[in-house]
């Protein structure tokens, strides 16, 4: 059973793409149950006639029994300026969960989607003891996403064209697009261009862009969570940038951040090392500096 605890845009986006794809049954859980049913009744709708699965909606947190994922897409509320404004009621909310889902279903995989990301990558895993390499945090992989739309839309080139393009670091305003590994059609892509700064802010500015034209991002997000519950779920290897808490990995310790991974039907099994440039070298520390700052914060 795939369970997603939150039942709004993204979670229930979640759902309907688990479910339409006939990956397995899914739960639903919101504090307001009858937004979980409500949903959970909508997206069953698009159930496949050829499927043994279903969906339900629930706020019982004991019905999490028996998941093999979770997902955590929750928020205690909204942000409109910066991801972490709202860290500490978030780091509150994910400590409950965190609590939840150890007494429920302490063997589960666990994705994290909700914001701010790497904070409550590394807190969720703190508080659960889990092994680390079954907590995964969601998001640079949507960033990455941005940087390869944001490269095509640069060139005029389709995005099947662009390999290795990457986003490391936090899922927020210090994250880090990798240049150096980037080609486009063969062609390295720091050849092509004069300077790295206004696509790297065009890639850390995307969610307050789209703000300007709709509520909050949805697709990508759901779509790129999807892609690891399939690795999965159908033991496939998938590799892309995730948060994880870091054992000397990157010359880092104690902190959740995004770096690039190997996910199987057991979670995260290994993370890769990629080299990286000096410049991009000093944007990880000072990306891995902010988000340590931010833990000590809270």
Not at 117 to 125: A, R
């Amino acid at each position: 059973m795939i369970s997603i605890i939150g039942s709004g845009r993204v979670g229930t986006t979640i759902g309907f793409l688990c479910v339409s794809n006939a990956l397995d049954d899914v739960l639903l859980i919101n504090r307001t149950k009858s937004k979980a049913i409500g949903e959970s009744l909508d997206v069953a709708n698009a159930i496949p006639s050829t499927s043994k699965f279903s969906i339900r909606g629930t706020d019982d947190y004991s019905q999490l029994i028996g998941s093999k994922i979770v997902i955590i897409t929750a928020s205690s509320q909204g942000y409109s300026k910066d991801r972490t404004e709202n860290i500490k009621s978030q780091v509150i909310m994910i400590k409950e969960i965190a609590g939840k889902i150890k007494q429920y279903c302490p063997s589960a995989i666990i994705i994290l989607v909700s914001n701010p990301l790497d904070i409550l990558t590394y807190f969720f895993q703190k508080e659960t003891g889990f092994p680390r390499f079954k907590v995964i945090g969601v998001a640079s992989s949507l960033d990455s996403s941005r940087f390869r739309f944001f490269i095509s839309e640069k060139f005029s080139v389709p995005q099947s064209s662009i390999t290795n393009a990457l986003v490391l670091g936090e899922h927020g305003d210090s994250m880090v697009p990798i240049f150096s590994g980037i080609s486009v059609d063969g062609t390295p892509l720091l050849s092509m261009i004069d300077n790295r700064d206004s696509i790297t802010n065009d890639v850390r500015n995307y969610w307050k862009n789209l703000r300007i034209h709709k509520s909050r991002s949805q697709f990508g997000i759901a779509k790129n969570t999807y892609d690891v519950i399939n690795s999965i779920i159908n033991a496939k290897e998938l590799s892309i940038p995730a948060s994880v808490v870091l054992k000397g990995e990157y010359d880092q310790n104690d902190i959740a951040i995004g770096v690039p991974v190997k996910i199987n039907q057991n979670g995260i099994f290994e993370i890769q090392k990629i080299e990286l440039d000096d410049y991009e070298s000093k944007q990880f520390r000072e990306s891995s500096n902010t988000i340590k700052n931010q833990i000590n914060s809270v």
